[in-house]
């Protein structure tokens, strides 16, 4: 089994520091590399750097100003993400959760197993 998470509707993002407010529907996962001046100077992938990033628009309230600044990271850095699924737009989209006895254990049953 696996979760569709649809990227057009992630809302927030949490990392390591805490969530962030995704701005603008604008999450997006691709291939990434870091540059210098428009060349590559380490591609995703290499020396055991995940090969999938993301990035998205947040902003970001100062007490004089505001700042829409970019977000962008490897895929792994992520822990979890927020995703509105709109009911009334439709419903097929809403992904299904296993039910209890469908492939989540419970603590005791955790524990059981362990």
């Known amino acids: 089994m696996s979760f569709d998470i649809d990227t057009d509707n992630v809302t927030d993002v949490l990392l390591s520091d805490g969530w962030h407010h995704v701005e603008d529907l604008s999450f997006d996962i691709d291939s990434y590399e ?17 090969a999938v990033g993301f990035m998205f628009t947040e902003c970001v309230r100062y007490p ?9 990271g490897p895929l792994t850095s992520i822990l979890s993400v927020k995703v509105d ?4 737009d439709d419903p097929d989209k809403t992904p299904s959760l296993p039910l209890r006895g469908e492939g989540l254990l419970t603590l005791p049953e955790l524990q059981e197993v362990h």
């Not at 210098?36 to 995940?50: D, E, I, L, Q, T």
């Open 85 to 88: 699924y709109d009911l009334s």
């Open 34 to 50: 870091f540059s210098y001046r428009k060349s590559p100077v380490h591609s995703a992938g290499n020396s055991g750097v995940c």
């Open 64 to 72: 004089t100003h505001v700042e829409r600044i970019l977000v962008a």
